[in-house]
T-cell receptor, first 115, second 114 residues
Framework: GAVVSQHPSWVICKSGTSVKIECRSL??????MFWYRQFPKQSLMLMAT?????????EQGVEKDKFLINHASLTLSTLTVTSAHPEDSSFYIC???????????FGPGTRLTVL | AQSVTQLDSHVSVSEGTPVLLRCNYS??????LFWYVQHPNKGLQLLLK??????LVKGINGFEAEFKKSETSFHLTKPSAHMSDAAEYFC????????????FGKGTKLSVIP
């Protein structure tokens, strides 16, 4: 149980284009989802926290207009990287929690490469 | 505020020998503590978690960790390393004070020598 999937697993795009990454909780309803980015050989940095039906809360230094997060249902959150640039290339990982629990279940990650 | 310090960025052990990955934490509240493992280009897998029950926590794949409040430590151990244990390990703290946000350590890369 508590499986989280991400799609796509990897994506390559041209600079200036937008990319959408999906995060789904497959067998549970996730009241809260989190988005992280991980640079090579570094730890995970929280980008934003999203609750179903409300606006995401972004961490300091994360541009909300660049990283659009939508959490329209209890099983799906999307991260759209708008006008992507090479410096946005990274490993993006989502996680989801059950109501009343602080355990996060992580997706397998999405490798984004911007050319 | 909460923070995690993983004391070693890289640990190398021989196959069959014990593993010790060190982690110290700070938290304003009674923390929940986790160890996750990440294999190359993969997501994170939970090894074990401490949530104010038994201080010695047993996890998957033979790993265990002991919560020591007096030392603010949560070191990860395994009696005998296996080649498949080679990966990145993250110590993680959650304040548990109504917040479900996690704070990650910088990670420790474990290498296992045949």
């Amino acid at each position: 149980g508590a499986v989280v999937s991400q799609h796509p697993s990897w994506v390559i795009c041209k600079s200036g284009t937008s990319v959408k990454i999906e995060c789904r909780s497959l067998d549970f309803q996730a009241t809260t989802m989190f988005w992280y980015r991980q640079f090579p050989k570094q730890s995970l940095m929280l980008m934003a926290t999203s609750n179903e039906g409300s606006k995401a809360t972004y961490e300091q230094g994360v541009e909300k207009d660049k990283f659009l997060i939508n959490h329209a249902s209890l099983t799906l959150s999307t991260l759209t990287v708008t006008s992507a640039h090479p410096e946005d290339s990274s490993f993006y990982i989502c996680s989801a929690t059950l109501a009343g629990s602080n355990e996060q279940f992580f997706g397998p990650g999405t490798r984004l490469t911007v050319l | 505020a909460q923070s995690v310090t993983q004391l070693d960025s890289h640990v190398s052990v021989s196959e069959g020998t014990p593993v010790l990955l060190r982690c110290n934490y700070s938290s304003s509240y009674s923390p929940s503590l986790f160890w996750y493992v990440q294999h190359p280009n993969k997501g994170l897998q939970l090894l074990l978690k401490y949530t104010s029950a038994a201080t010695l926590v047993k996890g998957i794949n033979g790993f265990e960790a002991e919560f020591k409040k007096s030392e603010t430590s949560f070191h990860l151990t395994k009696p005998s390393a296996h080649m498949s244990d080679a990966a990145e390990y993250f110590c993680v703290v959650s304040s548990g004070a109504g917040s479900y946000q996690l704070t990650f350590g910088k990670g420790t890369k474990l290498s296992v020598i045949p």
